[in-house]
């Protein structure tokens, strides 16, 4: 399988512990973007990279986030601290494209679902 | 920020039958793309069909296509001939072609497909 993929699937945390997901990327892919998406709502953007440089991050990336894309292949998202509200799928998108403009194709993970009890 | 609306939370068509979605969306730019994305469920996000805004020609795949209206705003898919194998979630989204990529969604439409 060449898509896109996130590890875990499912992730189960007590309020307060830190957790850390993983995305490997369509291979050829230099762009990365993580997105989270509650119930009934649509994916929210959460930050972007360009290779492994990290160039847009969402206000909704508060402190306790902190993503990574180190050489420009697989990334990390890790919360610390989680709250309840951080209860969400977290999803993972790569696509091409050296530059902001032109149409590139999101092509998305199946998501790491977040349960914080 | 711009904001993209989708005001059919579920929508539910007969198998063969033809079934309309709406979106629209709200920008002072000119130049953006508009998308829409199906999500079955516990399945993976995919693109069905997208548009650029300078195109006044409206996309088409297979049975797929939309209804762009540029001066209202408004961005609409239209599946023909409706199959059980489209019953999921349609998120219609929008990207600037000029200020970054961040993709904004809509809060989706469920489309339930009736035999």
């Known amino acids: 399988d060449t898509g896109v993929s996130q590890d875990p699937r499912h992730k189960i945390t007590k309020r307060g512990q830190n957790v850390t997901f993983r995305c490997d990327p369509i291979s050829e892919h230099n762009r990365l973007y993580w997105y989270r998406q509650t119930l009934g709502q649509g994916p929210e953007f959460l930050t972007y990279?360009?290779?492994?440089?990290?160039?847009?991050k969402s206000r909704l990336l508060s402190d306790r986030f902190s993503a990574e894309r180190p050489k420009g292949s697989f990334s990390t998202l890790e919360i610390q601290r989680t709250e309840q509200g951080d209860s969400a799928m977290y999803l993972c998108?790569?696509?091409?494209?050296?530059?902001?403009?032109?149409?590139?194709?999101?092509?998305f993970g199946p998501g790491t679902r977040l349960t914080v009890t | 920020a711009q904001t993209v609306t989708q005001s059919q939370p579920e929508m539910s068509v007969q198998e063969a039958e033809t079934v309309t979605l709406s979106c629209t969306y709200d920008?002072?730019?000119?130049?953006?793309?508009l998308f829409w994305y199906k999500q079955p469920p516990s399945r993976q996000m995919i693109l069905v069909i997208r548009?650029?805004?300078?195109?006044?020609q409206n996309a088409t795949e297979n049975r797929f296509s939309v209804n762009f209206q540029k001066a209202a705003k408004s961005f609409s898919l239209k599946i023909s001939d409706s199959q059980l194998g489209d019953a999921a979630m349609y998120f219609c989204?929008?990207?600037?072609?000029?200020?970054?990529?961040?993709?904004?969604f809509g809060t989706g439409t469920s489309l339930t497909v009736i035999p």
């Open positions: 548009q650029e805004a300078y195109k006044q």
């Open positions: 998108a790569s696509s091409l494209g050296p530059g902001t403009s032109g149409f590139y194709e999101q092509y």
């Open positions: 989204a929008y990207r600037s072609a000029n200020t970054g990529n961040q993709f904004y």
């Open positions: 920008t002072s730019e000119s130049d953006y793309y």
């Open positions: 990279f360009q290779n492994e440089a990290q160039l847009e």
